[in-house]
């Protein structure tokens, strides 16, 4: 999908909610210990495989900087808060008690790593989902990807290639979720954009793929397929 607004990009009018009996229901713990292990053993090949992040110092220095902006406005700091690359979880998750955590993983596999910012999971159980995805280019830091609480952002694995994936809602009866691989450069390719409204008189589902009409079982069949894929990386604390 190409041209207009990157859904990755954008923030929803309203809170995030979850469509009645619309795929996500709570997944079982087998399903889930699979699709982690799947994950895992697809990774351990590969440059995408999540390591260690490295001390600060030895991190490009656009990438610090970003950190440094972070530390900040979870301390609520008037200038950081204010500045054009703020994003708002990095003051309210730490204000309600949730820490956010940071790692280098090269995702485009060019060699170069990008820094990811996100929730930090109380539990082996949780779904850490992320706040930002930046890359490097000209020396300056470039957001790949932005999620907060109402339109949440993760990493897919598949062989040879991440991507992200995103759920959002627009409103109480909307829902809305993209998929996109991440190829060089940090491109987002073939997004795809899933929207499933619920019409609470008739208690139907209309669903749309990038505008086209389709089924609620076709619909539920690919948002199963992209969170079958999700993974989870290792994130290091972020202290203020």
Not at 88 to 114: F, H, K, N, R
Not at 142 to 169: H, N, Q
Request: proline letters at 6%; glycine letters at 8%; one cysteine or more.
């Amino acid at each position: 999908m190409t041209g207009g607004p990157s859904l990755m990009r954008s923030k929803p009018s309203a809170p995030f909610v979850l469509m009645p009996d619309f795929r996500f229901r709570k997944e079982p713990s087998a399903v889930k210990t699979f699709r982690r292990l799947t994950a895992l053993i697809l990774g351990l090949g590969l440059i995408l495989g999540t390591t260690p992040a490295p001390a600060e110092a030895a991190m490009p220095a656009a990438y610090g900087e970003i950190l440094d902006l972070v530390r900040r406005s979870m301390a609520g700091d008037k200038a950081a808060t204010d500045d054009p690359r703020f994003n708002v979880c990095w003051y309210s998750m730490p204000a309600s008690g949730q820490d956010i955590g940071y790692t280098l993983t090269d995702l485009d596999g060019d060699g170069a790593d990008e820094l990811i910012l996100g929730l930090l999971a109380d539990s082996p159980e949780d779904e850490n989902w992320l706040t930002d995805i930046w890359t490097v280019r000209g020396g300056e830091a470039a957001r790949v990807a932005a999620g907060w609480e109402r339109s949440r952002l993760y990493l897919t694995l598949i062989p040879d290639e991440a991507g992200i994936f995103c759920e959002r809602s627009d409103t109480v009866f909307e829902s809305m979720l993209c998929h996109a691989r991440i190829k060089a450069g940090c491109a987002l390719l073939d997004e795809q954009v899933l929207t499933v409204r619920y019409n609470w008189r008739t208690h139907t589902f209309r669903c749309t793929l990038d505008g086209a009409e389709i089924g609620i079982e076709e619909a539920t069949r690919l948002t199963e397929a992209w969170r079958l894929d999700l993974w989870f990386p290792e994130l290091l604390p972020l202290r203020p």
